[in-house]
Structure formats: structure tokens, C-alpha cells
């Protein structure tokens, strides 16, 4: 194990939502693959989260990134980008130099980088025509500045298993429990450090939904999740303001 620490640095997906402790709070890829990690290089393994629902990849840069610069880890993971290409501000000409430059910052003080190209979530959401071309844009681009910078890259995007609705929460943009613990195998596998086999098993599809249940469902959906989400768009809020890093230092697993 090379590894001796770990900073995980992002927004929600790496936060950890929706897959919850018995607590409530977020538990998701990034704890799990700490805790494999610890298990492995022993009690002195010490892991960070800065990662914060809601942020935009300014945000991260400007917040994040120093931070887990200034803990000199061995191994971080940056995941940004997401929570951009869904406003229609977002400028891929400004995007995609600055996403390369973060990523040499990551790189120059000698730590391995995972980086990913995303799920494909766009296939269970409202605005596919405008957002689609933008995530592929931003896979595009992670994959070209993996390879330029020698990341460990993470296809998610190649891996068709994502678009099993049994992956994703009841809000279908955050992974489920199931989702979160496939994104630790595949980091883990690509890390060459073994995993529990469970972690990458897929659930079954549900079975087909009559119509007018699905548009039940959808209405729900709007309702529930849509609604809110349109709604801190117009008044300029985010599901992240009053939220800080669930681990903000380097410090110890405790391991079950």
C-alpha cells in the first residue's frame, strides 16, 4: 500500500448522497473506499471529505483544492463539473482550460488523482437535449486530461450498469446505497486494491411500470424533487449552504 492518506474533494456525489448512515448522514463511494484503504495500510491511514453538496466547480477549486493541497495526501479524488453543465451558464470554453490546469495543481506535488467521467444520468431526467452534449463534453474531457496528467481514471459513463434505476435514489440524479458501493469497487479496481464482490453486484431491473403508474411516479417526482430544485435556481440558493466537509482534516478510519 503506497497510499498512507487520502482527500476526497467535490460535491454531492462525493459527499456521499443518498446513501445514508443509521444516523443520517451521508455515507457514499468515498468513506468506503477510505475505510478498504485503512484496512490495508493500517491505523495510522488517515482520510479527508471536503466534498459539499450543491457546489459548482469555481467552488471547489477555489475551497477545496487549497485545503487538500495543504494536506499533502498521497491520493485524492476530484469529481466537479456536474453541478454546472445543468445551468445554462455554463461556459465550456472557460471549463474545459480551467479543469486542466486544477488537475496539473493536483498532480504537481506528486499525488496519484481519480478522477471520473459520469454516470450516464441524464437518461431518467427532464432536458436531455440541452444538458446530454454537455456531459459528454465534460467525459470528453476528463478522459483527455487523465491521460494527459497520468490520472487514474473511472469510466462510469462507459458502464452501461448505471443505467439500472435500482443505482440511483428516488430523486434519480444521486447514486443509491447499491450505486455508491458499485463506484467504490470500480475505484478500488482501479486503484488495484481489492473489494467485497457484493459491492459490485447489480441489483435486478424493476419490473416494467404500467403508463399511467410511470407518470404517476413523474408527477411525484416533479413535486418532490424537480420543484425544490427549480426553486433554488430562481432565488439563487443551494442545497449546499448550510452544509460544511463531513471530514475537513485528515484523521483516522475507525474501522467495524
Given at each position: 500500500?503506497?497510499?498512507?492518506?487520502?482527500?476526497?474533494?467535490?460535491?454531492?456525489?462525493?459527499?456521499?448522497?443518498?446513501?445514508?448512515?443509521?444516523?443520517?448522514?451521508?455515507?457514499?463511494?468515498?468513506?468506503?473506499?477510505?475505510?478498504?484503504?485503512?484496512?490495508?495500510?493500517?491505523?495510522?491511514?488517515?482520510?479527508?471529505?471536503?466534498?459539499?453538496?450543491?457546489?459548482?466547480?469555481?467552488?471547489?477549486?477555489?475551497?477545496?483544492?487549497?485545503?487538500?493541497?495543504?494536506?499533502?495526501?498521497?491520493?485524492?479524488?476530484?469529481?466537479?463539473?456536474?453541478?454546472?453543465?445543468?445551468?445554462?451558464?455554463?461556459?465550456?470554453?472557460?471549463?474545459?482550460p480551467r479543469f486542466d490546469a486544477v488537475v496539473g495543481?493536483?498532480?504537481?506535488?506528486?499525488?496519484?488523482?481519480?478522477?471520473?467521467?459520469?454516470?450516464?444520468?441524464?437518461?431518467?431526467?427532464?432536458?436531455?437535449r440541452l444538458v446530454a452534449p454537455r456531459v459528454t463534453?465534460?467525459?470528453?474531457?476528463?478522459?483527455?486530461?487523465?491521460?494527459?496528467?497520468?490520472?487514474?481514471?473511472?469510466?462510469?459513463?462507459?458502464?452501461?450498469?448505471?443505467?439500472?434505476?435500482?443505482?440511483?435514489?428516488?430523486?434519480?440524479?444521486?447514486?443509491?446505497?447499491?450505486?455508491?458501493?458499485?463506484?467504490?469497487?470500480?475505484?478500488?479496481?482501479?486503484?488495484?486494491?481489492?473489494?467485497?464482490?457484493?459491492?459490485?453486484?447489480?441489483?435486478?431491473?424493476?419490473?416494467?411500470?404500467?403508463?399511467?403508474?410511470?407518470?404517476?411516479?413523474?408527477?411525484?417526482?416533479?413535486?418532490?424533487?424537480?420543484?425544490?430544485?427549480?426553486?433554488?435556481?430562481?432565488?439563487?440558493?443551494?442545497?449546499?449552504?448550510?452544509?460544511?466537509?463531513?471530514?475537513?482534516?485528515?484523521?483516522?478510519?475507525?474501522?467495524?
Amino acid at each position: 500500500m503506497r497510499w498512507r492518506n487520502f482527500v476526497a474533494v467535490g460535491d454531492s456525489f462525493t459527499e456521499g448522497m443518498d446513501d445514508a448512515y443509521p444516523d443520517g448522514t451521508y455515507r457514499g463511494w468515498a468513506d468506503l473506499v477510505a475505510t478498504r484503504l485503512a484496512a490495508e495500510a493500517g491505523p495510522d491511514f488517515g482520510y479527508a471529505n471536503l466534498a459539499i453538496r450543491g457546489r459548482l466547480f469555481p467552488n471547489v477549486v477555489a475551497e477545496q483544492v487549497p485545503a487538500a493541497l495543504a494536506m499533502k495526501p498521497d491520493l485524492i479524488s476530484f469529481a466537479a463539473g456536474g453541478n454546472d453543465v445543468l445551468r445554462r451558464s455554463f461556459d465550456p470554453d472557460a471549463f474545459v482550460p480551467r479543469f486542466d490546469a486544477v488537475v496539473g495543481r493536483l498532480r504537481s506535488g506528486g499525488a496519484d488523482v481519480v478522477l471520473f467521467r459520469f454516470a450516464d444520468v441524464m437518461a431518467r431526467l427532464p432536458g436531455q437535449r440541452l444538458v446530454a452534449p454537455r456531459v459528454t463534453l465534460l467525459n470528453r474531457v476528463v478522459g483527455e486530461v487523465a491521460e494527459r496528467h497520468g490520472a487514474i481514471l473511472v469510466d462510469l459513463y462507459a458502464d452501461d450498469a448505471y443505467l439500472n434505476p435500482m443505482l440511483w435514489s428516488t430523486d434519480r440524479l444521486h447514486l443509491s446505497a447499491a450505486g455508491h458501493r458499485r463506484v467504490a469497487g470500480q475505484v478500488l479496481t482501479a486503484l488495484g486494491v481489492g473489494c467485497d464482490e457484493e459491492w459490485l453486484m447489480v441489483p435486478p431491473h424493476p419490473a416494467p411500470t404500467p403508463w399511467l403508474a410511470a407518470r404517476a411516479a413523474d408527477l411525484r417526482w416533479a413535486g418532490q424533487h424537480l420543484a425544490p430544485w427549480i426553486k433554488r435556481r430562481l432565488t439563487g440558493r443551494s442545497s449546499g449552504d448550510f452544509v460544511t466537509a463531513k471530514r475537513p482534516v485528515l484523521g483516522p478510519i475507525t474501522l467495524d
